[in-house]
Nanobody
Framework: QVQLVESGGGLVQAGGSLRLSCEAS????????KGWFRQAPGSEREFVAA????????SYADSVKGRFTISRDNAKNTVDLQMNSLKPEDTAVYYC???????????????????WGQGIQVTVSS
């Protein structure tokens, strides 16, 4: 079993920055690709960013390209999401996710992930 815990959320003004972190515990040897999703009230869960286990491959949603950066530290079992130039439309609950199987591509859909954190609120004020 793998547990994921997000941290670093909060309230920030438009144009500001936040850094989210997700720490994995338990059977972390079963975690490969990791990703971030978000869900705003009344909306479906949306892909934000993902990274393969080596850190050499990443993918981003068009809405965050150039503003967000995903990274990971396998020694610390963490995956981070640096969010710059935040916009009010970035307001959502952000979820960390991990895939339990080794994939030779970066997974982009929520059903391709096996473990999920509880989510953390990010609010961007205008």
């Amino acid at each position: 079993q793998v547990q994921l815990v997000e941290s670093g959320g909060g309230l920030v003004q438009a144009g500001g920055s936040l850094r989210l972190s997700c720490e994995a515990s338990g059977r972390t040897s079963r975690t490969y690709a990791k990703g971030w999703f978000r869900q705003a009230p009344g909306s479906e869960r949306e892909f934000v960013a993902a990274i393969n286990w080596s850190g050499g491959g990443t993918s981003y949603a068009d809405s965050v390209k150039g503003r967000f950066t995903i990274s990971r530290d396998n020694a610390k079992n963490t995956v981070d999401l640096q969010m710059n130039s935040l916009k009010p439309e970035d307001t959502a609950v952000y979820y960390c996710a991990a895939a339990a199987r080794l994939l030779y591509r970066v997974p982009l859909k929520f059903d391709e992930y096996d473990y999920w954190g509880q989510g953390i609120q990010v609010t961007v004020s205008s």
